[in-house]
T-cell receptor, first 110, second 115 residues
Framework: GEDVEQSLFLSVREGDSSVINCTYT??????LYWYKQEPGAGLQLLTY?????DMKQDQRLTVLLNKKDKHLSLRIADTQTGDSAIYFC??????????FGTGTRLKVLA | DTEVTQTPKHLVMGMTNKKSLKCEQH?????MYWYKQKAKKPPELMFV???????INESVPSRFSPECPNSSLLNLHLHALQPEDSALYLC??????????????FGPGTRLTVL
C-alpha cells in the first residue's frame, strides 16, 4: 500500500520555528497523531487532531490539517535543542491500527 | 501511574535460545500492542491484545509468541530467532476501542540483538 510520507530531515536554528509535514493516505482517518522519538527510546505522544478540525494548538505545538489534500503539519515554535528527535505522524480510521509515517529527523542547531 | 514499562532494556541472544520480553502498564488500559522497529524506520505492528484476547496478528512468524496473562501484563516469547529479527521491540497500551480517541502510550523498548 501507499506510505504515509514525511520528509526525511529538517535542520533549524535554536529559537526558530520548525514545520514538519506529513501526507497521509486514508481520507477516512478519524484521528491523526504526532509522536516524538529520541535516540534509543520509545515514542512519546505529543498531540493529536480529530479529522473534523482544521487546527489545534497546544503550547509551542500547532497542528494544521488539510483534509482535502490529506496533509498534516506540526509547527514547533521557539525550537530548542531538546526538540532534536525523530517525529512520526500516524493515522487511524478505527481502533488499534495506526499507520505511521516514515519519520522526520529534526536537528536543532545551537 | 502513567507509564508503560518494558524489561529487559537490552537483550542479546543466540539463534537457539528461548527468551521473553515483558511489558507492564497500570493505567487500566484494555488494549496492548507489540511493535517491531528497525533503525530509521517507523514501528511495525506485530500483535494487538484487546481485553486479554489476541485481536490482531500481522502475519508474524511463529518464532514470536505473544501472551497476555492479565490486563496489565504482556509478554513476547522468542524462540529460534534469526539475525534479521534484531530490532527495537516496543510495547504500547491504550484505553481500548469505544469510538473515542484512543491514544497509544509506548514503553521505552527492548533492544534485541540476535547473534
Amino acid at each position: 500500500g501507499e506510505d504515509v510520507e514525511q520528509s526525511l530531515f529538517l535542520s533549524v536554528r535554536e529559537g526558530d520555528s520548525s514545520v514538519i509535514n506529513c501526507t497521509y493516505t486514508d481520507s477516512s482517518s478519524t484521528y491523526l497523531y504526532w509522536y516524538k522519538q529520541e535516540p534509543g527510546a520509545g515514542l512519546q505522544l505529543l498531540t493529536y487532531i480529530f479529522s473534523n478540525m482544521d487546527m489545534k494548538q497546544d503550547q509551542r505545538l500547532t497542528v494544521l490539517l488539510n483534509k482535502k489534500d490529506k496533509h498534516l503539519s506540526l509547527r514547533i515554535a521557539d525550537t530548542q535543542t531538546g526538540d532534536s528527535a525523530i517525529y512520526f505522524c500516524a493515522e487511524t480510521s478505527g481502533t488499534y491500527k495506526y499507520i505511521f509515517g516514515t519519520g522526520t529527523r529534526l536537528k536543532v542547531l545551537a | 501511574d502513567t507509564e508503560v514499562t518494558q524489561t529487559p532494556k537490552h537483550l542479546v541472544m543466540g539463534m537457539t535460545n528461548k527468551k521473553s520480553l515483558k511489558c507492564e502498564q497500570h493505567m487500566g488500559h484494555r488494549a496492548m500492542y507489540w511493535y517491531k522497529q528497525k533503525a530509521k524506520k517507523p514501528p511495525e505492528l506485530m500483535f494487538v491484545y484487546s481485553y486479554e484476547k489476541l485481536s490482531i496478528n500481522e502475519s508474524v512468524p511463529s518464532r514470536f509468541s505473544p501472551e497476555c496473562p492479565n490486563s496489565s501484563l504482556l509478554n513476547l516469547h522468542l524462540h529460534a530467532l534469526q539475525p534479521e529479527d534484531s530490532a527495537l521491540y516496543l510495547c504500547a497500551s491504550s484505553r481500548g476501542g469505544d469510538g473515542r480517541v484512543d491514544e497509544q502510550f509506548f514503553g521505552p523498548g527492548t533492544r534485541l540483538t540476535v547473534l
